[in-house]
Structure formats: C-alpha cells, structure tokens
C-alpha cells in the first residue's frame, strides 16, 4: 500500500522535496493529517495550515533539510510564534528571535510547521500539568504519553509530525519516547545549544530530537549539534557527520547491564523485553557484562534537590513586570504575588517552593551542597563504567504508558517515573531511546542505550543496529 506524504521519515522527505512543487504537497497533507487527527491527541497548541506558508525562496542548494516541517517544544523560542512553555504567565510572549537550534533548522532548508503542548515549564513526566490542555498517548487515548516533551512524542507517532525537538532535563524526551514508541536522543550536556531554550534547569537542560528512527535522529543532530559562543554551557567540541557509522556493525561492542537498574518496581513485561534487546546484541556480536552504578538509588533525590533549586532561580524573571500575565493589583507586592500564585500551576508552584527551601538560609549546606557532592558521585560511576564497556542498556522507564489521572495526585509516584532516566542528566552523558518491543496491552516498552561524553556516534550505531534487525518501529497506532 502506498505510503502517504505525512508518513514520511526526514529522509523521505528530503527526496521527496527534490522537486519544489513536491515540498507543499507535504505540507498540505501534514496540515490535513493535523487537522483530523490532533482533536483526538492534542499534541499541538498550533500549527501552519496553509500550503502556500512555505515560499521556497531561498535557495535548496547544499541544504540538508530543505522543505522539511519541523515542529518544536513550546519551551523553544520560534521568532513570531508564541512561546509560552504551555503555561498561563507566558500566554501572549511571542519571542523576537529564534533559538539557537532553530536558526541551524532554518539554515538548512527546513521550516517550522507547529508548536508541540508539554508539561507547564517541562515540570512533569505525564504532559497533563499543561495549562492548555493534557496531550493524549496515540496508541491509547485513555493514557498520557509521557512528559515534558508528550506533544513531541505524540506528533511522531500519530504522523502529524515528520520530526519534533524536545527538551530533556530529566528524562522529557527519553521517557515519552518510550511511551509513544518514538527514537528520541538526550545528548551530551554541552552538545547543542540550549541559547533560546526557556531555562529550566541549566545544569541539567539539553535539545534533542524526536525522530521515527534512528537515522532520522542522526540527521537531525548533524544539524543542531555543534558549539555557540550564545551559550556558556556549549561545548567547543569537534562533531562528527552521525550518519557515516550508523551501519557499522555492533560486533565487539562492549555493552553493561548496570545490576542497579534490575530491581523491584520494574514492570515484568518491560524487563523481559529489554533482556530480550540484550540477546539480540550479544546474537550481533556484542559482549554484554553486568556491571554497577553505585550511587543510582540516590539519583532521583538529588535531581529533585538540583534540579528544583535551579528552577526555583530560574523562573524569578516571571514576575508580571516585562512580559506575558500580569495580574491588575494596587501595588507591587500584590502585583507580583498575585501574578505568580494565578499565572503559575500547582507543580510548578510546588517545585519553585521546594527549590526555594533547599537554598534558604540554615538548608543550603543540609540539602543543595550534598546533592551537589552525590551528583559528582554519580558522575564518577558513569567514567569508572565507560572504562569498561561503551555503552550501558536499561530500561528508559519502569512501566509503559499509565492511564490519565493515575499519577497525577501522586506527584512523588510520578517523579519515580524518571528512574532510569535522571541520572543521564545528573552526570552529563548522552542516551538514546529506541522503542523495543509492545506489552501484552500493545503499548510500546522503549529500551535506553547510555554513552560516553560526546560519543552519539556509538549510540546511533547501536541503535540502528538493533532497529534494523527488529524493525519495532514499523508497527503504527491505529488512530
């Protein structure tokens, strides 16, 4: 049966756009796609609706992407598209520039099609703390398709998107990667640009995309990775063209199974399948050996210690004054208050608050200081294992996608959904989620590959590897 144009890859695509005509015949077809089907899954806030938007005036020649429609985490500043981190204090900021990582799209031919909905200022793991709207899992409208980064996620697999970027401070693209049954890459911290990405926490931030494979991803990141002088945290490292190892084969590839990431609370039916990920690497070649992260079990308390703590400094700037809600009160504090107890919701609330504690006076060196020393703990597992092995595998979440409502006046049992996650970010190395198999339910289980500093090539190979032997990802949701 022939495929239809919103179903293409980024590599389709760009074929297909080899003939100029062709680029808005996609763009057509993804609008009408987005019009039947983002009623049902609400990934999007808004999305370009007429054809005629792309003109096609500059030029394809050398150009990557050219006439590819992305569409971008609403925490991602698109010039004259408002931005608002799906939050109510920022409805109306329409950003007077493009983020770093979208300029590098522009640059290479692609366009912006839509604006994806996410948890308000990336503070969730379910996409239902969206001040617009929860976004719904494509494969079962009855559940969440994981957080910040859901709409991302969902856009990908119910082909209303071709490719989304996301952001990941804990786990915001892994996790609804997983749940979706997307690819979707957390790079290294320093790898891309986070100049134009609203801070959540800036030790911990990083852009990555959500693609429908693998090589898709390595396409992407050839084209948003790479050093800016915009941000302070951008690594002035050397990136290699992702796509020339991707076929590569995995024999030799050293693998770890972190003994740590094995225990109770992972759900049977995920852990089977990602065992069942690791015979097929060792079937290809690999030599997988059971290795230890010490520190794993504190990773989660002292991602919500940093991780709060930095958002509670970063979103003081909210405060009615210069932009978005600005609540009519008769003086300043009641200005200030007023705007900041309407315009915020309540998790956002609830982390600014425990940010705020763990760095108040007499709780500094009790709670921010220790974590800090334990994250540096955590970081030095990861560069004792990489001594080891090139690659580590687990799980990217402990369960597969849970109902609307099931977590949602729990937060401590949501935070727990990041488990396997969080400590990428903590230490700084890059992960990649790959989708590896379907629950007795027909919901995806998403299998995590963690790398060295800087080395997305071995991940990318890994990956594909193992894609193109179980091909997963052909299987769609039937909408």
Request: include cysteine; proline fraction near 5%; charge should be negative.
């Amino acid at each position: 049966m022939a495929k239809e144009l919103y179903e293409m890859t980024v590599v389709e695509a760009v074929n297909h756009n080899k003939d100029e005509k062709n680029v808005n015949e996609l763009l057509s077809s993804l609008s009408k796609r987005a019009e039947k089907v983002n009623p049902k899954v609400k990934a999007y806030l808004n999305w370009k609706t007429e054809a005629s938007e792309f003109d096609g005036k500059t030029s394809k020649d050398g150009k990557s992407l050219w006439g590819v429609p992305i569409s971008i985490k609403d925490n991602i500043c698109t010039h004259g598209w408002e931005t608002s981190c799906s939050s109510k204090i920022l409805k109306g900021y329409i950003p007077p520039y493009d983020a770093t990582v979208v300029n590098k799209l522009k640059n290479e031919g692609a366009f912006i099609f839509a604006k994806c909905n996410m948890d308000e200022f990336a503070f969730g793991s379910s996409c239902e703390s969206s001040a617009d709207f929860p976004t719904l899992n494509p494969w079962d409208l009855e559940r969440v398709p994981g957080g910040s980064s859901g709409g991302s996620a969902s856009s990908v697999a119910s082909d209303e998107a071709i490719v989304a970027l996301g952001s990941d401070t804990g786990g915001s693209i892994r996790q609804p990667a997983s749940f979706c049954g997307v690819v979707g890459l957390k790079p290294t911290y320093g790898r891309v640009s986070r100049y134009g990405l609203i801070a959540f926490g800036s030790s911990l931030d990083q852009i990555g995309p959500l693609t429908k494979n693998v090589e898709d991803n390595a396409r992407i990141m050839n084209v948003i990775a790479g050093y800016d002088p915009k941000d302070s945290t951008s690594a002035n490292v050397e990136v290699p063209d992702y796509t020339q190892t991707l076929t590569k084969n995995v024999e030799g590839l050293r693998i770890g199974i972190p003994k740590e990431y094995f225990i109770d609370g992972l759900d049977p039916e995920v852990e089977a399948a990602v065992r069942e990920a690791t015979a097929m690497y060792e079937k290809l070649g690999a030599k997988v050996k059971e290795i230890s992260l010490p520190h794993t079990k504190y990773a989660v308390s002292v991602y919500y210690i940093v991780a709060t703590a930095e958002a509670s400094s970063n979103l003081a700037r909210f405060d009615g004054v210069q932009y978005g809600y600005r609540h009519p009160s008769k003086d300043l504090v009641e200005m200030y208050m007023n705007t900041r107890s309407q315009g915020f919701g309540e998790e956002v609330k609830r982390r600014v608050l425990l940010g705020t504690f763990v760095l108040s006076a007499g709780y500094y060196d009790a709670y921010y200081l220790k974590a800090q020393k334990v994250r540096t703990l955590i970081k030095k597992d990861f560069d004792e294992a990489f001594k080891e092995v090139d690659v580590i595998i687990s799980p990217t979440a402990p369960t597969t996608a849970f109902k609307l409502n099931e977590k949602k006046e729990d937060p401590l049992s949501m935070y727990l959904s990041d488990i396997y996650t969080i400590p990428s970010n903590l230490a700084g190395v890059p992960s990649i989620s790959i989708p590896c198999g379907y629950d007795s339910k027909g919901l995806p289980i998403g299998l995590q590959l963690i790398g060295n500093y800087f080395d997305e090539a071995t991940l990318f190979r890994a990956g594909y590897n193992y894609e193109q032997t179980m091909h997963w990802n052909d299987k769609k949701p039937s909408i």
